[in-house]
């Protein structure tokens, strides 16, 4: 794990998790599950699935429909995407947009760049 993941995990506890699933073997939940383990508030964020539970956290419909703040934003959506979900993480103060691997953007990108969120790009090095 490089430097700057470190200090982002040790620094950051509460983490958004944008398009996590109920289906168990899917990598997002496999996330989930992995950064509970470890510590971390994790709270899944699924328009398809508001309301229920997944792994005991109630799933929210949007980023901004979330009470508690939210240091990291952890997003496992198609690139098209990605500057969606920047531009809601800037609107809600988060620390961190980590866009899981094969998510790339240019825009969210900039955005976040001029906004002093980090953007981090994705590692196996988590799993």
């Not at 998510?103 to 590692?123: F, G, N, Q, R, W």
């Amino acid at each position: 794990m490089n430097d700057k993941i470190k200090e982002i995990l040790s620094k950051y506890k509460t983490i958004a998790m944008v398009g996590v699933s109920k289906d168990d073997k899917k990598p997002s939940t496999i996330v989930m599950k992995y950064m509970q383990k470890y510590g971390f508030k994790v709270i899944p964020v699924n328009p398809s699935a508001k309301g229920q539970k997944i792994l005991g956290e109630e799933v929210f419909e949007k980023l901004e429909d979330i009470k508690t703040p939210i240091d990291i934003v952890d997003v496992f959506r198609p690139s098209a995407e990605a500057n969606k979900y920047a531009e809601e993480s800037v609107k809600i103060g988060a620390k961190v947009l980590w866009l899981q691997l094969g998510i790339k953007s240019i825009d969210a990108k900039e955005l976040v760049a001029v906004s002093y969120t980090h953007l981090t790009l994705p590692t196996s090095d988590l799993v």
